[in-house]
């Protein structure tokens, strides 16, 4: 079994020397080689977020995807469970259809769609020409070259994260509880393909016992962890790394082994030609439409002196240097305000930025674009503010970035000062989280939000009100 999660970008980051579906596509190669028996599956969240799928096609159409599912294709995919992210799509038609464009399978035991008319009914798929329903789990046979076979069964499940009018979750221990009991009598193996926190598989693995791997995603970092006899692994986010699992089944005993091994992508790597070829056409297609849309990608922003650090893991964890230069840019065209604060997750970069920073890192950074908004709390609720977006939010992409902002003890502090609950307080926040969309954060949507289409430099310079544009004119003024 090759396992990846997470994948936003198809080339390589980090300078080349990190991820890379070409070389992904390699290993998969190689892993043929060794066995015929391969199984490659992604455990959720790859047609959204990333700069490439926010951008369209010549038709007018969002990517949404698109990129991914070519160069998912050309390497081999064979399974998929849907992540959160997948449902960033708002249009359920375009979703459809990217779910119809992939030649790999989808399977989940929990996720629904509502159809015109209320019908809440599984999701479908166009497989070999024929529309077929998404299953509760899907059964895969290997076969030996003494004639032994084992029937293994697949399910995936998915966190209830992402609210769209045309998805319903089902509750996600009580369906896998099913669905896997269904699994285990018509197969010799049930293993899943999660996309929830690392917390929710121990207490699913622990709930539901007899399940011997979770192939899980939703956190960016590699891990491994075990609850009595089930292996659960993640591997990075990006394909920086991916998890090899080596299995050997007793046709007599129906016993079944798992070695897991870690493998790092990297330069070192060679990358196949045909996955490597989709790869180029579409790195050639952002350029472009980079460009049609006003950016000039290898434009230089900065000189760096130092490098900056929005890798996720630190990004969804504590104040890092780049969110520090997004709030300082926010406070750069709409100055005045108590503290400034964005969710890191509008930073989906998930590297670092060293040496010449250009338009294509800021842009790459803030794939989903979007303003901000100016905001009155009192300090009541503004304590209430962070309290959820730096406490609670904590290793999610509600965790917020922040200017003028900080604790002593358990007082938190604005410009130095300790929070007055009566007093009012303007903050300048992304707008998005302004709207109450961001987790743990609904309770923004009281309170009125003034969002101009345009801001003003110090300079007198009208720039749009958008995160990209104004960290390129800050930086390029600053740096």
Same mark, same amino acid.
């Given at each position: 079994?090759?396992?990846?999660?997470?994948?936003?970008?198809?080339?390589?980051?980090?300078?080349?020397?990190?991820?890379?579906?070409?070389?992904?596509?390699?290993?998969?190669?190689?892993?043929?080689?060794? &066995?015929?028996?391969?199984?490659?599956?992604?455990?959720?969240?790859?047609?959204?977020?990333?700069?490439?799928?926010? #951008?369209?096609?010549?038709?007018?159409?969002?990517?949404?995807?698109?990129?991914?599912?070519?160069?998912?294709?050309?390497?081999? $995919?064979?399974?998929?469970?849907?992540?959160?992210?997948?449902?960033?799509?708002?249009?359920?038609?375009?979703?459809?259809?990217?779910?119809?464009?992939?030649?790999?399978?989808?399977? %989940?035991?929990?996720?629904?769609? @509502?159809?015109?008319?209320?019908? @809440?009914?599984?999701?479908?798929? #166009?497989?070999?020409?024929?529309?077929?329903?998404?299953?509760?789990?899907?059964?895969?046979?290997?076969?030996?070259?003494?004639?032994? =076979?084992?029937? $293994?069964?697949?399910?995936?499940? #998915?966190?209830?994260?992402?609210?769209?009018?045309?998805?319903?979750?089902?509750?996600?221990?009580?369906?896998?509880?099913? @669905?896997?009991?269904?699994?285990?009598?018509?197969?010799?193996?049930?293993?899943?393909?999660?996309?929830?926190?690392?917390?929710?598989?121990?207490?699913?693995?622990?709930?539901?016992?007899? !399940?011997?791997?979770?192939?899980?995603?939703?956190?960016?970092?590699?891990?491994?962890?075990?609850?009595?006899?089930?292996?659960?692994?993640?591997?990075?986010?990006?394909?920086? %790394?991916?998890?090899?699992?080596?299995?050997?089944?007793?046709?007599?005993?129906?016993?079944?082994?798992?070695?897991?091994?870690?493998?790092?992508?990297?330069?070192?790597?060679?990358?196949?030609?045909?996955?490597?070829?989709?790869?180029?056409?579409?790195?050639?297609?952002?350029?472009?439409?980079?460009?049609?849309?006003?950016?000039?990608?290898?434009?230089? !922003?900065?000189?760096?002196?130092?490098?900056?650090?929005?890798?996720?893991?630190?990004?969804?964890?504590?104040?890092?240097?780049?969110?520090?230069?997004?709030?300082?840019?926010?406070?750069?065209?709409?100055?005045?305000?108590?503290?400034? $604060?964005?969710?890191?997750?509008?930073?989906?970069?998930?590297?670092?930025?060293?040496?010449?920073?250009? !338009?294509?890192?800021?842009?790459?950074?803030?794939?989903?674009?979007?303003?901000?908004?100016?905001?009155?709390?009192?300090?009541?609720?503004?304590?209430?503010?962070?309290?959820?977006? $730096?406490?609670?939010?904590?290793?999610?992409?509600?965790?917020?970035?922040?200017?003028?902002?900080?604790?002593?003890?358990?007082?938190?502090?604005?410009?130095?000062?300790?929070?007055?609950?009566?007093?009012?307080?303007?903050?300048?926040?992304? =707008?998005?989280?302004? =709207?109450?969309?961001?987790?743990?954060?609904?309770?923004?949507?009281?309170?009125?939000?003034?969002?101009?289409?345009?801001?003003?430099?110090?300079?007198?310079?009208?720039?749009? &009100?958008?995160?990209?544009?104004?960290?390129?004119?800050?930086?390029?003024?600053?740096?």
């Amino acid at each position: 079994m090759l396992q990846l999660n997470d994948v936003y970008e198809i080339a390589p980051l980090e300078g080349g020397n990190a991820g890379g579906l070409a070389r992904v596509a390699s290993i998969r190669k190689e892993l043929l080689r060794e &066995n015929p028996n391969v199984v490659t599956i992604i455990a959720g969240d790859f047609l959204s977020p990333s700069l490439t799928a926010n #951008l369209s096609l010549e038709n007018g159409e969002k990517i949404a995807g698109l990129q991914m599912i070519e160069t998912l294709n050309a390497m081999g $995919l064979d399974y998929a469970t849907f992540g959160n992210h997948e449902f960033d799509l708002r249009d359920s038609a375009l979703l459809q259809k990217r779910i119809n464009q992939c030649n790999f399978r989808f399977v %989940t035991a929990n996720v629904r769609r @509502v159809y015109t008319g209320g019908a @809440v009914a599984p999701f479908q798929q #166009l497989v070999k020409g024929k529309i077929q329903t998404v299953p509760d789990f899907i059964s895969h046979t290997f076969k030996n070259n003494a004639g032994d =076979s084992m029937k $293994l069964a697949l399910t995936g499940v #998915l966190l209830p994260f992402t609210k769209r009018p045309y998805v319903s979750y089902l509750p996600l221990e009580e369906n896998f509880r099913r @669905v896997v009991g269904q699994a285990k009598t018509q197969s010799d193996i049930v293993m899943a393909i999660t996309h929830i926190s690392a917390a929710d598989d121990r207490a699913l693995a622990a709930a539901v016992p007899g !399940v011997p791997l979770f192939m899980g995603g939703h956190d960016h970092n590699h891990q491994d962890h075990y609850v009595e006899n089930t292996i659960i692994t993640k591997a990075d986010a990006n394909a920086k %790394t991916v998890y090899i699992h080596r299995c050997r089944f007793d046709p007599q005993s129906k016993l079944l082994s798992i070695r897991s091994s870690l493998k790092y992508i990297n330069a070192t790597i060679p990358e196949e030609s045909t996955t490597k070829a989709v790869v180029d056409k579409w790195v050639s297609k952002v350029d472009q439409t980079l460009r049609n849309n006003g950016y000039q990608p290898e434009q230089k !922003v900065a000189n760096l002196r130092e490098t900056l650090q929005c890798k996720e893991s630190d990004i969804r964890a504590r104040q890092t240097n780049f969110g520090a230069i997004t709030v300082k840019s926010m406070e750069y065209v709409m100055p005045g305000a108590d503290a400034y $604060l964005i969710n890191s997750g509008s930073m989906r970069l998930d590297d670092d930025i060293a040496g010449t920073m250009t !338009v294509y890192d800021v842009v790459r950074s803030f794939p989903f674009g979007g303003g901000f908004a100016r905001q009155e709390l009192p300090g009541a609720e503004l304590k209430n503010l962070l309290n959820a977006g $730096l406490e609670k939010n904590r290793g999610e992409g509600g965790y917020l970035q922040a200017g003028n902002i900080s604790k002593v003890g358990d007082t938190w502090m604005v410009k130095g000062k300790a929070i007055d609950d009566k007093q009012l307080y303007k903050i300048v926040i992304s =707008s998005f989280v302004a =709207s109450g969309s961001e987790a743990n954060l609904n309770f923004m949507s009281k309170y009125p939000a003034d969002e101009p289409k345009m801001v003003t430099t110090p300079k007198g310079k009208q720039i749009k &009100n958008d995160v990209r544009d104004v960290v390129i004119e800050y930086m390029s003024s600053a740096y």
